[in-house]
């Protein structure tokens, strides 16, 4: 489906990326859900916006956001303050469903006709009737209640038992919930309750002048730090109509490679340490370790936080710190080609790999999953490809894709993805434009919208952004692909056994952070 066939008034969003926007009435909300779901469109987010202020209450808004053929198109529907409910989307994206239950939580808005009501964010120690977004009661009414036992769905039978992991576990990972019935070792389903780290950050933001706020989104989730980043300054440039120097954007476009190729080598070192092959782990930690030294001396922090700025980047580099981006992607390249051959010659590893954690095309086309664990299921959609912007329509990027869908396939999709951030770098480091590396930015005085939309290493990252006036935020609602991709690790694990679970969830590798907000 294009975007011009949705039959509605949109709003071109002044953006790199082909953003519209409109608004419909709950006929054309449910209409145009179907007709995106026909015509191949995917679900981008769900998110709700009380439009009104502390002094005068305003009308209540669910948005979507889809991505079709050719363009995002963000769609809202003004609600009843009185009676704030909407057709419910999770039939048609099965994805929406933990995204509606969310909304809930933190607006009181409800998604009619949902078969699943529970709360997801709010884990019962909330005040009664208390909506944190809600501008007519930002203030907790009264104290928090006790936390309330979460109704996991049971699965009876003879022997069959519960195995509860979480929330707190071992290592350093961060807080969640997973019930696993199970017969033996065979997993027969598995149930999530996350929530645990929600931070408040949606109502921080409305807390932060606009052209600060940037710091923020680098930290809803620590390991995607630049592509929140960006899409967050893309949302604010996009609001305020400017247009990024041509070098500034190569100089994002290379640290986000360089958080694709750190995440990816990562990942490589634990799934080989979770498969008992602890010499992967120290292989690759050895070069992952490297590489974080590099993007300090370079731009002043390992995970180049804070280095995407509105407007551009914080640090230009000069000519002479490209060489060293560059040599490096030529040193690391052939040790991670070797590392390759080694696991996909592993006896061991390939045993624990193949046919593991499988999630068909079919079933992940169903489910919406997406990002890097869609791409190993067949699901060819990359940003960087599809709706490329600066400076990816000049880059060519030849995207990754597997179809087994398996732990093997995740695996085999990294180091792709390595091997061509590699060549990124390089072309970037070789035709970076001369110019500035950031322009100021002019807020409008009145309010207005943006939205950013970024190909992190897990996926397609999101922000819907609303300005007040005097560059206040009304409302930034940040979106990580996790949201999409943690309902099918459930999927995923069925059939397996249990000690297999720690290397299907350690392949997804998805976010509790950039997820909880």
Known sequence: MQAAELNLVLQRLAAPLPLWRATVDAAQWLAKAEAIRAGDGRLVSLWGSDRGSAGAPGPLVVCAAYAVADALVWLELPLSRDRPSYPELAKLFPAALRMQRAAADLLGIEASGSEDRRP????????????????????????????ADYPFVRVQGDGVHEIPVGPVHA???EPGHFRFSVVGEKVLRLEQRLGYVHKGIDRRFTQLPA??????????????????????????????????????????????????????????????????FGFGLAQFSRLREDWLRLSMRSFGHRLMMDCVVPGGVATDLADSALAPLRGQCDAIEPEV????????????????????????????????????????????????????????????????TQHNGDVAARVSLRFDEIFESLRLIRVLCDSLPAGAPRTDLVLPDAGSVGAGWVEGWRGEV????????????????CHDP???NWPVLEHAVIGNIVPDFPIINKSFNLSYSGHDR
């Open 211 to 276: 052209i600060d706020a940037h710091r923020l989104a680098g930290r809803m989730s620590g390991d995607s730090t630049v592509a929140f980043a960006w899409a967050y300054c893309m949302a604010l440039e996009s609001a305020a109509g400017a247009v990024v120097p041509e070098r500034a954007d190569a100089l994002r476009a290379l640290l986000l490679e360089r958080e694709r190729v750190a995440n990816h080598l990562g990942d490589l070192g634990a799934l080989g340490n979770d498969g008992a």
């Open 462 to 477: 999101f922000v819907a952004l609303e300005l007040g006036a005097g560059g206040t935020i009304r409302r930034c609602h």
């Open 120 to 147: 997801w964010l709010n884990h019962g120690a909330w005040p009664a009737r208390w909506w944190p977004l809600r501008h007519d009661n930002a203030a907790p009414a009264g104290a928090p209640r006790p936390a």
């Open 337 to 400: 080609r070797s590392l390759r051959a080694i696991y996909d010659e592993h006896a061991g590893l390939q045993d624990r790999f193949i046919t593991t954690g499988c999630v068909t095309p079919q079933l992940a086309a169903q489910l919406g999953l997406t990002g890097l664990a869609g791409r190993a299921s067949g699901r060819a959609n990359d940003l960087r490809c599809d709706l490329s912007w600066p400076p990816y329509q000049r880059l060519s990027v030849r995207i990754a």
């Open 171 to 173: 290592g350093i990972i």
């Open 482 to 484: 996790s949201w999409h």
